[in-house]
């Protein structure tokens, strides 16, 4: 490994070498994009032990939403989620999102801003996305088409944020989650077991 | 008026005038937002009778869409839209929509981009939302929660053209317009006419 960097930290503080990992994890990401990045280039950019940074963080997608203040790691979520009734699922991932993403300062948000006005951010934005979320579509969807219907989710999950937190139309600024979730609910619920939806996608003449 | 600038226009051209307008109006809506630019102002910005603003551009959406390169007028759409019949409006909106907004360089997308880093492009956005499509929802929409429905039919077009354009989500971005037409119309429909979507809204106890 390389000599140890002017950072002024201490090797072996356990609080200063997760954050010079975080540190490192936004460069690497944001460098190299998320398919591309690796955690030992993480490793060496943080002058740590790669065994180390699995031991803090475990997989990249967990790292990744650590360096980015995202609260949760997506496919471990997604795996929960599974085992709920599927009636359940559409209110609890709703109720979630909005939870996590839909107050003010919400993390989500410099993902989204980045991703809006730099190319090498959109492309890390959606590279964490198709990794962590919709290679795990077919956990929660028993259908062909999956992935698009999680991308449909998202889809609307990220316009209501865009609408609530940036353009902050009152419509769905001022209202509470509370008040938000059942109105969203169906449409999620759709999207997720509605077997007709996307079924006559590939031939549009078919009713 | 003001004595003619130096840009070198010959006042009376209507084409140089027309750019001149337009210059203006971007810069006037950019500083000042929607709400509290003025057609007035514009003029004077312009170096041009107010008038004339008027009989170039008609109303301050208009002239607004136009400086933005929206090709369309909202409002004037809208009133057309509220001619067809009900069955086909969301079919409609999705199309238009699409074709105008879900293409590559779309008009649309600088505003997003804008309004998702800097706060006064958020402002105008959301003054332009407002005026021009917040205040007609009842012109489409019969039920009480029109503005509440017409802002989640906006935020799942603006997560849809997020997704397509920025993001790039392949699931999104490769499909062709007629492919996801026919998903998002059966959400768009039930956003504009299901009376149970909204109606236990103020009363989350009520089911």
Not at 111 to 136: C, G, I, K, Q, V
Not at 137 to 161: C, E, F, K, T, Y
Not at 165 to 188: F, H, N, Q, Y
């Amino acid at each position: 490994m390389s000599t140890p960097r002017k950072t002024g930290r201490r090797p072996g503080d356990p609080a200063v070498t997760r954050t010079a990992i975080l540190d490192a994890a936004k460069r690497v990401f944001g460098e190299a994009g998320f398919e591309r990045a690796t955690i030992r280039a993480i490793a060496v950019e943080a002058n740590v032990d790669p065994a180390l940074v699995h031991h803090h963080f475990g997989t990249k997608q967990a790292l990744f939403a650590a360096a980015h203040e995202i609260p949760i790691d997506v496919p471990q979520l997604v795996l929960a989620l599974a085992g709920l009734p599927k009636e359940q699922l559409a209110e609890q991932i709703v109720r979630m999102y909005l939870s996590i993403f839909g107050e003010p300062g919400s993390p989500a948000l410099s993902l989204l801003r980045a991703a809006a006005t730099n190319d090498p951010a959109a492309l890390m934005l959606r590279e964490y996305l198709e990794s962590a979320l919709l290679d795990n579509a077919h956990v929660l969807i028993d259908q062909p088409d999956a992935r698009l219907r999680i991308a449909l989710i998202g889809s609307h999950m990220i316009g209501v944020l865009f609408a609530r937190e940036i353009v902050a139309l009152p419509e769905i600024a001022d209202r509470k989650i509370d008040e938000l979730v059942p109105v969203l609910v169906p449409m999620v619920q759709r999207y997720l077991t509605d077997p007709n939806l996307v079924g006559h996608l590939p031939k549009p003449g078919i009713e």
